[in-house]
Each structure stands twice: as C-alpha cells, then as structure tokens.
T-cell receptor
C-alpha cells in the first residue's frame, strides 16, 4: 500500500522564482496537511484540508504561500515569489481522522533550498 | 494554546539498553491524543506510538512503550533493547480531542544516539 507521495524530493531555486510542491495522500484519507520544518521553528503546520476544503490556514506565513486541493488525490503548495527564508523541508501528511485514532501519516518531504 | 515540551535535546544509550525520552504538555482539555514520531536521517516522519487520553492503559508497540501520566501531563517514551536503527530524532506531538480540530502540535525533538 503506497504511503503519502511527495514530489519533488529536492528543489533548488533562485530567489524570486515560483516553486510548486506536490502531494498525493494515501487513498481514502479525508485529511491532508502541509507542514514546514526548519531548525529555528521546528515542525509547524501550514494548512490542512478536509475533503478537499481548506479548514485552517492560519499557519500559512504570508500571501506568497498558497495551497490547493483540486481533488481527493492531489494537493499543491505554491510559493511565489520564493525567498531564501523559505528554505526548509516541507512535509505533506494525510489521515483518516477519528477513524484511525487521529494518526497522521507523513510523506518523505521536499527539501527546498532558495538561493 | 497547547504546548509540548521536550527538555532533552540529546540522549544517548548503549545498544541493547533501555532509554526513556521525556515529554510534557500543557493543556486545559480532558480529551486529546498524544503521539511519538521518529525521524531518522532519511527525514521521513514515522509514527512510533500513540495514546488516547481517555485510556488508562499505557500504549505499547513491541520494544516501545509509554508512561502516560495524565495528572502530571507527562508522556514519556521508553525504548527497550535499543538497536542501532533506533538512532533518530524523536518528536512528541499533541492533538486536541475537539471535533474538527486536527492540528498536531510538536515538541522540539530529542536526538537519540545509539552507542554500539
């Protein structure tokens, strides 16, 4: 059974460029989460969706960040324009909610470096 | 807001020995979920164990067990018979029991080193 799939695994870009991160959740999962991990701030939730609808985006740092979930099997996190301080590991996770003890399953992450 | 504190930035243990990682949390809720995740050098976040606050019994998963002290708001992880593959960052996480509040709050992590 495939886990959460993220692409790309690594991304190097220059400041000002648009970056798009992709996620495919585990089939059948209702919830999808985007996290960011940095040394300074640790793991922080950016946004999460329930049944493709954004529920809480209070963690999205600023308007340069946007996330979409056009269908149950795909989500994107876009940064436009990117800045060096956006360099981090971005994780996508999915869950069944209370049908599975509220457990979130994480993808392998995308390591983003903005030069 | 809930907070999760891991007071041990680094721990080390001899292979085959037992180690306990500490986690405390602050909440005014009575219903919630607690988790331990492992992050090896590959960066993948892997669920180790979970505990529902309403359950009195401590969760166990093979060599991993927790000591859940609800009154003390403590949730420590015990790893028995430590193996080299246990070397990783370990994160404690809290999830509210409120319906519709799916947010996980993580601690800052403990880096565990296994000494051969």
């Amino acid at each position: 059974d495939a886990g959460v799939i993220q692409s790309p695994r690594h991304e190097v870009t220059e400041m000002g460029q648009e970056v798009t991160l992709r996620c495919k959740p585990i089939s059948g999962h209702d919830y999808l989460f985007w996290y960011r991990q940095t040394m300074m701030r640790g793991l922080e939730l950016l946004i999460y969706f329930n049944n493709n609808v954004p529920i809480d985006d209070s963690g999205m740092p600023e308007d340069r960040f946007s996330a979409k979930m056009p269908n149950a099997s795909f989500s994107t996190l876009k940064i436009q324009p990117s800045e060096p301080r956006d360099s981090a590991v971005y994780f996508c996770a999915s869950s069944l909610g209370d049908r599975d003890g509220e457990t979130q399953y994480f993808g392998p992450g995308t390591r983003l470096l903005v030069l | 807001a809930q907070t999760v504190t891991q007071s041990q930035p680094e721990m080390s243990v001899q292979e085959a020995e037992t180690v306990t990682l500490s986690c405390t949390y602050d909440t005014s809720e009575s219903d919630y979920y607690l988790f331990w995740y492992k992050q090896p050098p590959s960066r993948q976040m892997i669920l180790v164990i979970r505990q529902e606050a309403y359950k009195q019994q401590n969760a166990t998963e093979n060599r991993f067990s927790v000591n859940f002290q609800k009154a003390a708001k403590s949730f420590s992880l015990k790893i028995s018979d430590s193996q080299l593959g246990d070397a990783a960052m370990y994160f404690c996480a809290y999830r509210s029991g409120d319906f519709g509040n799916e947010k996980l709050t993580f601690g800052t992590g403990t880096r565990l080193t296994i000494i051969p």
